[in-house]
Each structure stands twice: as structure tokens, then as C-alpha cells.
T-cell receptor
Framework: RKEVEQDPGPFNVPEGATVAFNCTYS??????FFWYRQDCRKEPKLLMS???SGNEDGRFTAQLNRASQYISLLIRDSKLSDSATYLC???????????????FGQGTILTVHP | NAGVTQTPKFQVLKTGQSMTLQCAQD?????MSWYRQDPGMGLRLIHY???????DQGEVPNGYNVSRSTTEDFPLRLLSAAPSQTSVYFC?????????????FGPGTRLLVL
């Protein structure tokens, strides 16, 4: 079983739609969780950190379920500019910091069309 | 503030050749990492460093060496290039402050080994 698993998609949605991505992780000791966004042929960039049970930032909501070991990302009112690959990322370490060691899912491709 | 810089952007090597991928950051971050990204896969950790003079192996270290003589620089050396090392390589530095953690990625080096 992969340490971090995501549905690769692709997800094709119209502008204004709500879309949700799920991610599961295998290491129950994982301490912190992130969603990164990666545009085509570019470097990943942090979209959201996921704290305790979840958090919200504008149109984006991330949730964490430690008992079931999954993380989700909800995007409301999708924009054309949201088209990208969304990477689920887990800090597998025991301490608070990852020390630069993160485990990435394979990414979920989102295309938002007019 | 340039963030994380990587050189070269593109490189073509012949099997058996060696080369060094350069990475530098000007944010005074202690933690730095090297990842590779292959099609359809997430980023996989090659090596990481928690400070000058301290490095350790990640998930896929074979065929690569690293050193960290300064906080700013973290070069990745391919000892004898193989076609299996054709990939996109990302360097990252990590800001870790309390509950907040963010990895900043360089723009990547696209490597083709013939």
C-alpha cells in the first residue's frame, strides 16, 4: 500500500462547480498534513496546511479525519485558474517538524472549463 | 530575496556521465531536500539535510550523493548517470516555526539521460 494515495482523476468541472478531492495515508503516526498545488511543468506551492480537524481559506476547505486516516480538499465556486494538479502531502515524522522529509501523493488533476 | 534557485534548468547527459545539480536558498532555512518527480508519480525524496554538515538518505538515494557545506547550498551529484534517472528534480528548503511549516521549491531541473 502506498503511504499517501490520491485519486489521480482527471476531474473536469465547469466554472462555479464544487469539487472535492480525497487522500488517504497509511502511517497513523503522521503529524501534519498539507495540500500543495502544482501548475503544469512548475514547482509545487503550498496551498493549505491542515490543522487538527480542518481549516478554511476562502473558497478552499481542508478536513482531516485521523481515525480514518484521510484528508480532503473542497474547492467551492471553481475558477478557470484553479486548473492544476493538487498534491496531498504528509509529514510522517514523530516530532512537530518534518525536517524537510515529506511524503507526497501522486496528485489529482483538476481541469475547470468555461 | 530570490528564494530557492536551481541550475541548470535543462540538461541532457549520456549514460555514464556525471554531473552536479546546483541548489541555493537565501532564506536561512536549516532544512533542505531533493526530490525527483516522474510522470504519474508524486515527488519522491532523494536526500535531505537538517543543517550544514548533516545529510541523510530519503526514499530513493541510490545513484546520488549530496553534501551541505553551507546553510545556503545543497548540491546533488549524479555519479554515473543512467536512463532511469531521467526525471524532473526539485530542490526545496523548509521553513519551520512552531506549528507552521512551509516547503519552498525551486523551479526544477529537467534531466534527460540517453
Amino acid at each position: 500500500r502506498k503511504e499517501v494515495e490520491q485519486d489521480p482523476g482527471p476531474f473536469n468541472v465547469p466554472e462555479g462547480a464544487t469539487v472535492a478531492f480525497n487522500c488517504t495515508y497509511s502511517n497513523s503516526a503522521s503529524q501534519s498534513f498539507f495540500w500543495y498545488r502544482q501548475d503544469c511543468r512548475k514547482e509545487p506551492k503550498l496551498l493549505m496546511s491542515v490543522y487538527s480537524s480542518g481549516n478554511e481559506d476562502g473558497r478552499f476547505t481542508a478536513q482531516l479525519n485521523r481515525a480514518s486516516q484521510y484528508i480532503s480538499l473542497l474547492i467551492r465556486d471553481s475558477k478557470l485558474s484553479d486548473s492544476a494538479t493538487y498534491l496531498c502531502v504528509v509529514n510522517p515524522g514523530w516530532g512537530g517538524t518534518s525536517y524537510g522529509k515529506l511524503t507526497f501523493g501522486q496528485g489529482t488533476i483538476l481541469t475547470v472549463h468555461p | 530575496n530570490a528564494g530557492v534557485t536551481q541550475t541548470p534548468k535543462f540538461q541532457v547527459l549520456k549514460t555514464g556521465q556525471s554531473m552536479t545539480l546546483q541548489c541555493a536558498q537565501d532564506m536561512n532555512h536549516e532544512y533542505m531536500s531533493w526530490y525527483r518527480q516522474d510522470p504519474g508519480m508524486g515527488l519522491r525524496l532523494i536526500h535531505y539535510s537538517v543543517g550544514a554538515g548533516i545529510t541523510d538518505q530519503g526514499e530513493v538515494p541510490n545513484g546520488y550523493n549530496v553534501s551541505r557545506s553551507t546553510t545556503e547550498d545543497f548540491p546533488l551529484r549524479l555519479l554515473s548517470a543512467a536512463p532511469s534517472q531521467t526525471s524532473v528534480y526539485f530542490c526545496a528548503s523548509t521553513y519551520s516555526g512552531g506549528a507552521q511549516e512551509t516547503q519552498y521549491f525551486g523551479p526544477g531541473t529537467r534531466l534527460l539521460v540517453l
